[in-house]
Nanobody
Framework: QVQLVESGGGLVQAGGSLRLSCAASGRTFSSYAMGWFRQAPGKEREFVAA????????YYLYSVKGRFTISRENAKNTVYLQMNSLKPEDTAVYYCAAEYLGLAYAFRGDYWGQGTQVTVSS
């Protein structure tokens, strides 16, 4: 089992950047694919990005491709989501998730963090 804690959310103007971090507990972090989901008010949770457990494969929601970058640092048990050129429609609670030996393109998430709020003002 793994526990996840997100940080880095906040309020930013359109066009700005934020970097979200997700710190994971446990000694087997490198065996988990990691990903990010988001949920905007009144909408369903949607997949944003994922990275394979080895880090060699990534997969993105089409609308964030070229603006967001997911990366991981296994030595620090941490996954990041660098968000650039933010838009008001990116406003949501962002959740980190982990899946044991998961695949980036089929990421579902078995373990979840508590979420961090990202608000992009126009």
């Amino acid at each position: 089992q793994v526990q996840l804690v997100e940080s880095g959310g906040g309020l930013v103007q359109a066009g700005g950047s934020l970097r979200l971090s997700c710190a994971a507990s446990g000694r087997t972090f490198s065996s988990y694919a990691m990903g990010w989901f988001r949920q905007a008010p009144g909408k369903e949770r949607e997949f944003v990005a994922a990275i394979s457990w080895r880090g060699e494969n990534t997969y993105y929601l089409y609308s964030v491709k070229g603006r967001f970058t997911i990366s991981r640092e296994n030595a620090k048990n941490t996954v990041y989501l660098q968000m650039n050129s933010l838009k008001p429609e990116d406003t949501a609670v962002y959740y980190c998730a982990a899946e044991y030996l998961g695949l980036a393109y089929a990421f579902r998430g078995d373990y979840w963090g508590q979420g961090t709020q990202v608000t992009v003002s126009s």
